[in-house]
């Protein structure tokens, strides 16, 4: 008899055991679920991507897909629990247009699709220079900049690169730092 209750006994503690590592296994998906295939991507790549002798650092939070076919890079990040930040980050390794935003037809463009143009500057990707155009989504109630609203930049450097960012205000200084830490890779140009 003493037997049975043992048996018994231990049978209790290992529903207990699992019932709590079920618990936990729920909390963690209810808790990081979205971030599983974010932090398998770091822990895969080790926080930088190559494509076409070029390196660039992806944030935490941050996730890439790229194939050679497309000669395109995508660099996206998602609102979850803990980061508001979206943005989808493309770099193009194709022939770029050349870059006229001002002209009539760019401000047309802007204008049907609710841009105002903010500024423009200089930045570098590895070793070329090239030029950012940054763009604002004008509030439509007020006929000026939505400062909570998506930012938009289009960036080319030379004739056969570009870059662009659509995503919330708080990803732009990410898409920066993105495109300030590529760098060339040796014996892959």
Known sequence: MRQEVSDEVKLKRVAVIVTLIILVVLADLYLFGGYIRVLTWHAWHGNHVEMNGLRFRVP?????????RTNQLNIDTFPVRFSSKAAFINIDFHRQPP????SPQGERIRQQM???????HKVRLADREGMCVNYFRINSDKNAADPG???????????DLGATFAGTQDAVADFYAIIASAENVRGKQ
Do not use: Q, V
Not at 99 to 102: F, G, I, K, Q, V
Not at 114 to 120: E, F, R, V, Y
Not at 149 to 159: A, D, K, L, N, R
């Open 60 to 68: 935490l939070w941050y996730f890439e897909d790229h194939t050679d």
């Open 99 to 102: 870059a006229e935003p001002d």
């Open 149 to 159: 609203g998506p930012s938009h930049i289009h960036c080319t450097f030379g004739e």
């Open 114 to 120: 609710g841009l105002g143009k903010s500024a423009s």
